[in-house]
């Protein structure tokens, strides 16, 4: 079974610019979340979407925003970069996030360095 | 608000040595637990879980147990390996549900041979 695939693995950009992230989940899942993570901050819940709908949001700015296709993929997009959103940002599912025993299952993250 | 609090690394030990990782927690009603591991250039791989009071995950040698009277999931290992090298992440699911995990820092293992 495919695990969740992130693509780009890597990604350059120069501040001011945009960039669109996509996320598949694992056959069958649902619900898709996903998270930025720092070294200063750590791990952070950035949204969650599930049946082409936000569930939750995290606090981030109105400069990150996502959605969710009907095939479940997911695209998470970021406009006006800054430094600081240099990041890994990490993508996970799960069948439907109603249930504990249903754990977030990741993928391997894409790494988005701004110049 | 929810919160973890995890044991600042980052830890080395020799192989074979016993493991601890403590994880405290802070959160309203009955969350589920999560102890999720990292390794270099890849994404989390869920270690174990535990969804209620007194519940024991336990996966690949590891052990955690929710504790509710200490609001704690500390993570133990009885013999560490050089495979086991990599940084350990404790999680909180809200309302019984793991769609919105909030992470503890994360623990940075080292095992030398």
């Known amino acids: 079974k495919a695990g969740v695939t992130q693509t780009p693995r890597y990604l350059i950009k120069t501040r001011g610019q945009q960039v669109t992230l996509s996320c598949s989940p694992i056959?069958?899942?649902?619900?898709v979340s996903w998270y930025q993570q720092t070294p200063g901050q750590g791990l952070q819940f950035l949204f969650e979407?599930?049946?082409?709908?936000?569930?939750n949001k995290g606090n981030f700015p109105g400069r990150f925003s996502g959605r969710q296709f009907s095939n479940s993929r997911s695209e998470m997009n970021v406009s006006t970069l800054e430094l600081g959103d240099s990041a890994l940002y990490l993508c996970a599912s799960s069948l439907t996030g109603f249930n504990s025993n249903q754990p977030q299952h990741f993928g391997d993250g894409t790494r988005l360095s701004i110049l | 608000g929810n919160s973890v609090t995890q044991m600042e690394g980052p830890v080395t030990l020799s192989e074979e040595a016993f493991l601890t990782i403590n994880c405290t927690y802070t959160a309203t009603g009955y969350p589920s637990l999560f102890w999720y591991v990292q390794y270099p250039g890849e994404g989390l791989q869920l270690l174990l879980k535990a969804t209620k009071a007194d519940d024991k995950g336990s996966n690949k040698g590891f052990e955690a147990t929710y504790r509710k009277e200490t609001t704690s999931f500390h993570l133990e290992k009885g013999s560490v390996q050089v495979s086991d090298s990599a940084v350990y992440f404790c999680a909180l699911g809200d309302l019984g549900s793991a769609r919105q995990l909030t992470f503890g820092s994360g623990t940075q293992l080292t095992v030398l041979p």
């Open positions: 979407y599930f049946s082409e709908t936000q569930r």
């Open positions: 056959s069958g899942h649902r619900s």
